[in-house]
């Protein structure tokens, strides 16, 4: 039985294929925030938000044809800074988070940085 997160192809079940189920993923995440005083001004003006962000991940093994895929699937903590810049309707974040605790499957490389940017555009 597959779960929403389960991505498996079906259509590669024929002889002589390779079928492929990425592995299923649980994420939680735990954001501190501050804003500045002196961006604390409603529109027109900029608005501002700083964030120490910490994000918990679980990813459970891959599989093909079948049978587990080593070195994938673990368990990381990743922390860091990250922004909002909110500009009317449109707003920017992201920041880096960096690994503090990893519990990885097999002989992964783990992350030395992760760097995420969102661009985002409200239309109400």
Do not use: K
Not at 13 to 42: E, I, K, N, W
Request: net charge negative; charged share 20%.
């Amino acid at each position: 039985m597959g779960s929403l997160f389960d991505r498996q192809d079906q259509s590669t079940t024929r002889p002589g294929s390779f079928s492929l189920a990425l592995a299923d993923q649980a994420m939680a995440t735990l954001v501190l925030g501050y804003r500045p005083p002196f961006l604390q001004r409603d529109e027109p003006h900029p608005d501002l938000r700083i964030f120490l962000e910490a994000v918990g991940e679980y990813v459970m093994p891959d599989q093909g044809d079948g049978q587990t895929i080593p070195n994938t699937g673990g368990e990381r903590i990743m922390v860091g800074p990250t922004a909002l810049a909110l500009f009317g309707a449109w707003g920017v974040s992201g920041g880096p988070l960096f690994p503090v605790c990893s519990d990885l499957n097999g002989t992964q490389e783990p992350d030395r940085v992760r760097l995420a940017v969102v661009f985002s555009y409200w239309w109400f």
